[in-house]
């Protein structure tokens, strides 16, 4: 089992940056294969940013120049770093491990882009 803890989230204006954190335990021993996802009402769930399993990272197109993602390994932690904040942006925002087969999520947070 793995367990997921997330922080983070919350309102932010359009143009402003929010820095969101997953700290993984459990069976897990590596960032590899850990992300975000998000998901508005009504739409699949959806990568934003993740480390592949066997190494390098994969960026939503839209999250491309204004995301980052981090991890820290021997915390099994990530990051995503978020600039240039836009509307569309809010969803709720889920932590994601893909560990021997399985997903485990995060509870999920809710970040809204609003002026």
């Known amino acids: 089992q793995v367990q997921l803890v997330e922080s983070g989230g919350g309102l932010v204006h359009p143009g402003g940056s929010l820095r969101l954190s997953c700290a993984a335990s459990?069976?897990?021993?590596?960032?590899?294969?850990m992300g975000w996802y998000r998901q508005v009402p009504g739409k699949r769930r959806e990568v934003v940013a993740r480390f592949l399993n066997r190494g390098g990272s994969y960026y939503k197109d839209s999250a491309k120049g204004r995301f980052t993602l981090s991890g820290e390994n021997a915390n099994t932690t990530i990051f995503l770093l978020m600039n240039s904040l836009r509307p569309e942006d809010t969803a709720v925002y889920y932590c994601n491990a893909f560990v021997e087969g399985t997903d485990f999520w995060g509870q999920g947070m809710q970040i809204t882009v609003s002026s």
């Open positions: 459990g069976n897990i021993y590596s960032t590899n294969g």
